[in-house]
């Protein structure tokens, strides 16, 4: 009940960079309203926040926001103005601090800081897949680059990432008290939910490639993979209707991109 009624910003029907904020809150168990999927003018209000190229403000006198996701936090009881944050990773700095979802020490906040600016590189890593030549152009008009650039992504990229993921787990479980369970620290951070949500994504978009991978990542993509979706309100928000299924977002799935 101390927490302000959050909004989050972001485009309707998939998760898209959008679910790294929803998995936080939804994590903490506290309220929010995902305006775009709540109503049918909900999109609007999120077009006209973060969207339009002539505004000079996004929201309650804020500054401009480039695009979505976005973070509206309304004003408290007692004074102040409602404040706009953008950026994923900014969103997520933000969030950590106020749902306790990471360490409170300086070493420790930048460290979950650095993993979770690693899996948002990857995130963008996948997206190039199907979309590696321009954004505004369908994948049917590059697909024959996409073939080339998803192989390196699958050969490459993913399995330098999920080594990078799986020794800072180990690092924690040897050297912290993470029990193999967290990527920093003895609980659940931002770090865990964003690699998760990295991890889910790419089972969906790579799933014969992410099948061979357990061979070489069990714990990560195994035990720690599956406590993340026990913890805090994750399960119950996984298993509803809350929990939008992949589309045409960041992770999409094109049999030709998957191992052959």
Known sequence: ????????????????RGEFI???????????????NSSKEGYSAVQQTCMSPRNLDSSDGNPPVFAPPALRIPAQEGGGKALVIAQTP???????????????DEAGRYHVQQ????????????????HPVAVGKY???QREEALKKAEDVRETRIPKYLSYFDRVRQHNERDGDGQGK???????????TTVWQVLDGLMFAFPKEMEARKKEFPELLGAFYDNVK?????????SSKRRLPYSMGVFRYYKELDRQ
């Open 139 to 141: 994948y049917e008009e």
């Open 90 to 104: 900014n969103i997520l700095w933000y969030l950590a601090e106020k749902l306790d979802l990471g360490p409170k």
């Open 22 to 36: 929803r998995l936080a809150l939804e994590a903490a168990r506290v309220p929010y309203t995902d305006v775009s």
């Open 115 to 130: 993993v979770v600016l690693t899996a948002l590189d990857l995130n963008n890593e996948v997206h190039d897949t199907h």
């Open 182 to 192: 967290y990527l920093v620290g003895s609980k659940l951070s931002i770090a865990d």
């Open 1 to 16: 009940m101390s927490h302000p009624h959050y909004e989050l910003l972001y485009h309707p029907g998939n998760p898209g």
């Open 230 to 238: 026990q913890e805090g309100g994750l399960k119950e928000y996984l």
